[in-house]
């Protein structure tokens, strides 16, 4: 005979374990109300578990916030929807602008939960020893660079161009942006993303900053 089915997965939660019923409680409340705070009376009180089941499933409250921030950043990208990285297709120009605006959108959604565990960083070591959440595993910065290198290998564009490096600054000057709002101190405030800064962005990286060869 199969064990009982625990209390909390009875209504309609389908094959999902206690310990993915946790995880997936302590998602929700990342997203409804970031992570500043959270304890672990909270997640338990979400998952309609006594407080001490998340001990018998986990090694403490750090694994599980650990692998519910892992999720979270998950399911905010899939939200998003697929970025525009299929080589040849549309113009190289507006496919950096949609993925550069969709990683901002994705970084001050996440912005939360990362900011309320700035001051926990057994949570955050215990998250960057997990795969990459994000692009499938790859990561932003290693996605953008395969499109990159797609694209020069298409010819739409420079054969010398350095698809890593680009990759690299694009990701990289939109970190400029959230950094200050994860470790400004205090509540994280919302990202706000200057005007004309990915155009500004894509037509940079895209034109260089050296002086305009002559014919």
Known sequence: MSPRKAAALRDGEGDQSLREHLVAAAVRLMA??????????????EARVADGVLYNHFEGKEELLALALHAHVRSVERGLGERPTRAGSGTVEDNLRAYVTQGLALHAAILPSFAGLVGRPEVLLRFANLP????????????????????????RLAPEADAEAAATMIIGACHELVLPHLFGGGAATALEVPPGFVEDLVTTVLNGIGPARTP
Do not use: M, Q, S, W
């Open 132 to 155: 990459n959440p994000t692009a499938g595993g790859r990561g932003l910065r290693a996605d953008l660079a395969a499109y990159l290198r797609a694209e020069r290998d298409l010819g």
């Open 32 to 45: 409804r109300r970031g992570t500043a705070g959270l304890t672990v009376r909270d997640i338990a009180r």
